[in-house]
């Protein structure tokens, strides 16, 4: 079955240390997506990469960084420099080759920094 | 800058009666919208989309309304059932657009 793996779903660390969740689809998408929620608050996007080697900010893109060195993997660092790290992380992909596709999610990775 | 709106946080349903979860955007360039659910601890699933083309979409239990003069849509499940319990997300998009703008979401409660 295609989907898409995150990776590892609950996630501890103390403050000042850089942690990085993986994400990894299999449906053969270009374009992929990390959003962030937080209680009572919609999906924000933190990066989002179209094709392999290529990536943009989102709208809350400090404090994070990404990588895109294959197609099917694309892992978020969050670094020492995000001041609210704690929350629910959810990676998405979709086929920008075709119109009107939607995202489809991973399961998320709770992160607490304590 | 919110573009998409879900004004109700939470909703409650009785069993087998109709709930109806409600979406407004600002950005007339939007021409294709989704609603996703989404369960505590898991990653939403896509239910439902629709493109500007048209003014309904239904599947099964699941219909959405667009009302582009309005720049409103909304999802109606009828009938309700206690496992539609979840968190409904709107999403909107334009072809041309890079990323997806999703509303704060409804959190719907059918009750048995």
């Known amino acids: 079955d295609g989907g898409i793996t995150q990776s590892p779903k609950y996630l501890f660390r103390k403050e000042g240390q850089n942690v990085t969740l993986s994400c990894e689809q299999n449906l053969n998408h270009d374009a992929m997506y990390w959003y962030r929620q937080d209680p009572g608050q919609g999906l924000r996007l933190i990066y989002y990469s179209q094709i392999v080697n290529d990536f943009q900010k989102g709208d809350i893109a400090e404090g994070y960084s990404v990588s895109r060195e294959k197609k099917e993997s694309f892992p978020l660092t969050v670094t020492s420099a995000q001041k609210n790290p704690t929350a629910f992380y959810l990676c998405a992909s979709n086929d920008r080759g075709v119109v009107n596709s939607p995202l489809h999610f991973g399961n998320g990775t709770r992160l607490t920094v304590t | 800058d919110q573009q998409v709106k879900q004004n109700s946080p939470s909703l409650s349903v009785q069993e087998g009666r109709i709930s109806i979860l409600n979406c407004d955007y600002t950005?007339?360039?939007?021409?294709?919208f989704l609603w996703y659910k989404k369960y505590p601890a898991e990653g939403p699933t896509f239910l439902i989309s629709i493109s500007s083309i048209k003014d309904k979409n239904e599947d099964g239990r699941f219909t959405v309304f667009l009302n582009k003069s309005a720049k409103h849509l909304s999802l109606h499940i009828v009938p309700s059932q206690p496992g539609d319990s979840a968190v409904y997300f709107c999403a909107a998009n334009a072809y041309n657009f890079n990323k997806f703008y999703f509303g704060s979401g409804t959190k719907l409660n059918v009750k048995p």
């Open positions: 950005n007339s360039m939007f021409d294709y």
